[in-house]
């Protein structure tokens, strides 16, 4: 049997355990909106995986894409106004 092993190193030096930096923190809640509005988007799709989605489910559905939508846009309005940069 041959045995395969890993040929480059790690991508990142630092250990599993690092906490993130206040720079990775800010960037998580400079984007929570959009966050937030893709889980719920998330929810009403598996709401409906298991079963014809109802005039409801199908209703929930849309108004969660216009929310992700509509923070997307605002995010973008936001880094093109000047607000901090993401990376």
Aim: without cysteine.
């Amino acid at each position: 049997m041959m045995h395969i092993a890993a040929r480059q190193t790690a991508v990142t030096a630092i250990g599993p355990d690092r906490e993130p930096t206040a720079a990775e923190l800010d960037a998580i809640e400079y984007e929570m909106p959009l966050i937030r509005s893709e889980v719920e988007l998330l929810d009403a799709q598996i709401s409906t995986l298991d079963r014809t989605p109802t005039e409801l489910d199908q209703r929930r559905l849309r108004r969660a894409r216009r929310r992700v939508l509509a923070a997307r846009r605002a995010l973008v309005n936001l880094r093109t106004a000047g607000g901090p940069v993401v990376a």
